[in-house]
């Protein structure tokens, strides 16, 4: 686990930064905070672990930390079982929330930390210092503390000081979410190419959907101590396995109606009027009454509802506000319709993905 791949590419054919969770369970008394997770990284992968507060993801990237044990199961890193060894000895570094710098220390200081601490030779220090501080270009900071940083300068010195370790893993708890929404947007579009340059398998937390579709190769969608679904952001949104997948993704979420035999979904991006759908194909005709239009600069929102054979159920349309030609007024009622390969089904019983049923 000591070995690094940096310089050494002939190491790449281990997967020295794999990530694999057995049946990892933690509950702390009643609470079953990770109720069960098996999942496998890719090495090198930008892995999210993404759901609602309260849902595990902090708990379960403590235990691959080591900072938390488990109450069963085993966590493998690079094919190597570490679930009882400590966090030193497991090649990974982690970035929280809070950056925890020194704040007395130059960021010099700062970075070099934690290789002080491995007693390394001051020159080679030095070296590992400009090396990291280049990669996310903190160079002209280096003499300077932390109070005299940005929000987003301190995200960059922190990523510094975990590189600087070279660890095969890095541990990221939603370390953007101190920023201001502009300064999110930049620094999401920055540790995705970081994260990209210096191939490390990274394992992501949050709660904000956008960073995950933005960023991550894969996501992990977890309710309720367990992963509901685990793929590519186009698979989770445009697939997703189960009605929480489908109602946490998307803003607005997808549209879920309540037949007698099936919950019928469909995205409010797929839910346009019909002559919009030209050419598209096979579509599902859902005549609705538009109660009430949100205009969101880029995005129409249509709210309205649907005919007596859906119960009337209240659903949203989004059209791109370039549609300008499409003129919607509230209680009218318009010819809107969704091309049948969009429209999933679901189980009204365990809430999973169901077989189709004719519409
Ligand atoms: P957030 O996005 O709010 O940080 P999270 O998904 O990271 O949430 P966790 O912090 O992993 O969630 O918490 C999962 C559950 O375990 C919550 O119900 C939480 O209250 C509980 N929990 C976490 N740590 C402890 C602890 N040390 N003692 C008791 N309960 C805990």
């Keep these: 686990m000591q070995s690094t791949r940096f310089g050494k590419p002939n190491q790449k054919e281990e997967p020295l930064s794999q990530v694999e969770t057995q049946s990892l369970f933690k509950h702390f008394g009643e609470v079953k905070a990770v109720d069960g997770v098996d999942i496998v990284s890719s090495d090198e992968e930008f892995l999210v672990l993404l759901g609602p507060s309260g849902c595990g993801k902090t708990t379960l990237l403590r235990m691959i930390a080591g900072l938390e044990k488990p109450t069963s199961g085993d966590i493998l890193i690079g094919g190597q079982v570490v679930t009882h060894l400590p966090p030193r000895a497991r090649g990974i570094a ?8 020194y704040p007395h220390m130059t960021i010099y200081k700062n970075i070099a930390f ?11 220090m030095k070296k590992k210092v400009d090396w990291s501080a280049s990669m996310l270009a903190i160079e002209r900071l280096l003499q300077r503390k932390p109070r005299e940083l940005s929000g987003g300068e301190r995200q960059r010195v922190a990523l510094a000081r975990a590189l600087v370790r070279e660890p095969n893993v890095f541990l990221l708890d939603e370390p953007l979410s101190n920023l201001d929404a502009k300064l999110r947007t930049s620094a999401r579009e920055e540790l995705y190419r970081f ?7 990274t394992i992501y937390v949050t709660h904000d959907q956008v960073e995950a579709m933005g960023m991550g190769d894969r996501i992990a969608v977890m309710n309720a101590g367990k992963v509901r679904q685990l793929g590519t952001p186009d698979e989770v949104y445009s697939d997703p396995a189960d009605m929480f ?6 803003s607005p979420p997808m549209n879920l109606i309540e037949t007698p035999d099936r919950i019928v979904g469909f995205r409010p991006e ?3 009027p019909q002559q919009m759908h ?11 009454t538009v109660t009430r239009i949100e205009n969101l600069g880029a995005d129409r929102l249509v709210y309205g509802k649907l005919e007596e054979r859906f119960g009337h159920a209240a659903v949203i349309a989004n059209l791109p506000t370039s549609f300008t030609s499409y003129a919607i007024e509230t209680k009218q009622r318009y010819d809107f319709a969704v091309p049948r390969k969009d429209v999933k089904f679901f189980d009204p019983r365990t809430e999973l993905r169901a077989e189709p049923i004719p519409l």
């Design 94 to 101: 982690m970035v929280f929330q809070s950056y925890a710098l």
């Design 114 to 124: 934690p290789l002080k601490a491995m007693g390394m030779a001051k020159d080679d």
């Design 195 to 201: 994260q990209k340059d210096v191939s490390i398998t």
């Design 245 to 250: 997948v489908a109602g946490f993704l998307g």
């Design 270 to 272: 797929s839910f346009l």
């Design 278 to 288: 030209e050419g598209i194909g096979d579509l599902v005709s859902l005549p609705f």
